[in-house]
């Protein structure tokens, strides 16, 4: 009922079953409960006024959680006899001595040796089945005879057959001990349960010779010794079961019973007796395993078996949500239990690996198979976008299933290569399953394509619309930047750049829609953030927690955009990309540790490019500059610094996007599809299972290209990129310095002339153009173009000279002198580092960026000089 299940709450806990449809013989091994509701009339009788509404019936288990240990009974001292220990009771005879035996307590010295046999028949017969008697006690934890003299050959004989009742007392005290305790576990009963058998046999042979005794009253201790050699071995055997399985449950009981009949090869009784025990033992143990590879089920009440769940997950629990700072739990969901872990599944290798005699990988051995397929049913089951087309299997697949497998269930008697056949089998259906749910029905290739066009800046016009409309607000510090400003600009720069299609439109480029909800989900929840410290100091700090540095090291100097040098973080530097959230599995992907290396990235390309952006704008102004002919030999310098500077960026610029990110995301994208990306979708998802098996191949494959990437666009060296930042301020600066000189010049002014001298072009040479145009009018015209003319080039040689003062200044010529010598000094150390860092660890990426760098050997020659 309602109110016994709420009662019951602290013993017994809810587990909802994973798989649907369960025979009945499973449903048996719980507790089935109906809730039903009791509404009472107070106008009517007990009998009509209550009225029950059962509900649906409920399975109820076990939990080791809020399950106490079994209390010990109370009868262990007030009733020892019930017990299977009643031996170990101190009291148990009593104030007087129990009586008993064809002797009647008489002293057996007084008689014969006949007498002497027929006395200790019955009395060793009594110990065999674990009682006492006149002249065998049990002493300190075994049978003795008491010492009296009795003939040798007697003595002798019993000597032999008291240890095997006193191996029968251990092994039924054990299975008395374990059989009342549940949280032993059920490997430990089911064995119990086996051994208990073998004892019963055991009782039963034991009653034919004891009734052979009292009818024929002629056995003798030798022919007693005889009959029992047949059970002698199997009480020494069990006995030995019994104290190696005193310390050990689960699947390290197993690995202990196994061990243990390694130390008996070549007797063909015990090689008998170590298969039913085990096989008895091992039938909880392989039902766990079973239900484990078949849905995911895990029923392990008391922690025995080789799987465990950290913590219970649900699907929000996988999420990533901005500003959860929560570690990644995919890789911590469920472990291995190394203690359970059966001998079998640890020396097992996969098939394919031994036929190719390839290298043993611990993540493709057996039980990291039988841990990932339950694993990866369990994920199944949260995923909330799945088709029910995920379930099936290629047709190549399902023959090698049918040809491979034909095994219904587990057992501990299976071969090997049985039981590596039937977990391969199952850890395919499993891996494939979840692979096309999460390649297929969340269009992960999708996401990532969107992950390279705007985290990775590959989507150009984003770049140049967003900068357009939001520069000027970027370049202010943190605190006055309006982020809600920058949020708008940045949402209708995607879209201006055809981030946001409508339904049925497919972006030709990235091969990414946005018509499926998961990747609806994706764009919808990209947001803009900032970073709370710059670039270089959030490298500084994961180089200092990884080791690399030491924290009292001098850090990096910090980017100062413009202005002075207390000036703080501004918006260009800090400003990034980010997710609201990312739905399950997509959030396996892209987790935690990916976005924040996505971000990493997008900083040091967005900083890169707008440095490459300030470059360019400071060469659109010095085109105006070079009208004035007779300055170029005062601008040479600066040109000549500027172009350098210029050429510096482009190509560094060029290096990542074009010979860093888009190889190395071809090489990941050709490693997840294959080289024929133009399939229909089901011969898609085949071919991807071909040469993908796992999710988490895809997460290598991902994992791999981001540590490429960031290795290759040198983020991961910390004393390149602190001289790259030394390069790209000094570039900013001197782009900083040509604008306010262009302003301070004025001209900007006499670039609007030349503007208006145009038009007048134009204008003139359509009056020429027009019929019945008059040559006087002509004249005029041609005259006043002419005076024009001449105004200009006295207003071009006023501006000459006030231009030519300037640059002859000797603070001009500082200040360019000064950008020079602190260009020249970064870039040189840069290619030192860089092409000393290509040599020593054979980075063929730096040398091509050296390459690259410097084409003619220009920056090597200034440096020998």
Known sequence: ?????????????????????EDDNDRNRFLTLFNFQAEMDPNGTMDVGLQLTFGTSEIWMLDIVHTP???????????????????????????????????????????????????????????LFGLEGNHVQFVNGQFVLENIKLDHSITALVQKILPTATQFMTIHKFISTRLMKFEYGKVSHALCGAMDLLLQEYMEYLIQLDECYRSENSMTLSALWTSLQSCVRSISILSSVVEVARCYKGGALLNALEVLRQEYLGDDHAKTLFKFLLEKAAVPYMEMLQGWLKDGTLMDPFTEFMVE???????????????????????????????????????????????????????????????????????TMLCEHRDLRAAQIPKQSQDRCKTGN???????????????????????????????????????????????????????????????????ELLQEMSDVSRGRVQNWMTLSIQMSGGLVNEGEMANHGKWQVTDKPTKEIVSSLTGAFATESLISHLDALHAMS??????????????????????????????????????????????????????????????KHVERRLVGTWLDHQVIKEYHSLRKDLGKTYFLRQRMLHFMQNFVYYMMFEVIEPNYLQMETQLLGKNSQLKEQEMVDDVASRITTVDDVLSEHRNFLQKTLSECLLTNRDLVRTLTKLMTTCLLFSDQMKL?????????????????????????MFESTDGASVKMEQKMKERMSAEKEKKILQKRKQADKLGKELKSDSYRRMISRFEQVFNSNLSEFMVQLMSDSNSHAHMHLTNLCVRLDYNGFVTRSMKK
């Open 547 to 608: 080791g690399g540095i030491s924290i009292n090291e001098p850090r990096t100097p910090s980017r100062q955009v413009y202005g002075n040098a207390n000036k703080g973080l501004t918006g260009v530097e800090a400003f990034m990309l980010d997710f609201h959230t990312v739905p399950f599995p997509l959030s396996l992907i892209l987790s935690r540790h990916s976005i924040a290396n996505y971000q990493l990235m997008f900083r040091h390309l967005f900083f890169a």
């Open 741 to 765: 000189f262009i302003e301070q010049t004025q001209i900007e002014v006499e670039q609007n002339k030349i503007a208006t001298e145009s038009r007048q072009k134009r204008n003139r040479r």
């Open 406 to 472: 034909d095994i219904s269930f587990l057992s501990y008697g299976m071969t090997t290569a049985e039981v590596s056949r039937y977990v391969n089998s199952e850890y395919e259906s499993a891996s494939r399953t979840f692979l096309n749910i999460f390649l297929r029905d969340y269009r992960t290739l999708d996401a990532l394509a969107f992950m390279k066009q705007y985290f990775l800046l590959d989507q150009g016009d984003f770049f140049v619309h967003f900068l357009d409309m939001a520069e000027e």
């Open 1 to 21: 009922s309602s109110s016994s299940s709420s009662s019951s709450s602290s013993s017994l806990s809810t587990r909802p079953t994973i798989q649907e449809q």
């Open 69 to 127: 240990p079994m209390p010990k009974p109370n009868y262990d001292s007030s009733r020892p006899f019930l017990s299977g220990s009643y031996l170990d009771y101190k009291n148990r005879h009593g104030e007087e001595k129990i009586v008993g035996g064809r002797g009647g307590g008489a002293d057996l010295e007084k008689y014969n040796v006949n007498i002497q046999n027929s006395v200790l028949v019955e009395e060793v017969l009594g110990a």
């Open 309 to 379: 769940e950290n913590c219970r997950m649900s699907r929000q629990d996988f999420c990533y949500n901005i500003g959860d700072g929560s570690v990644d739990q995919w890789p911590h969901w469920y472990s291995l239990r190394e203690e359970h872990v059966l001998n079998v599944m640890n020396s097992t290798l996969d098939d394919d690996l031994k036929q190719s005699n390839a290298t043993h990988d611990p993540s493709k051995s057996l039980a990291m198979k039988i841990l990932t397929t339950g694993k990866y049913w369990n994920a």
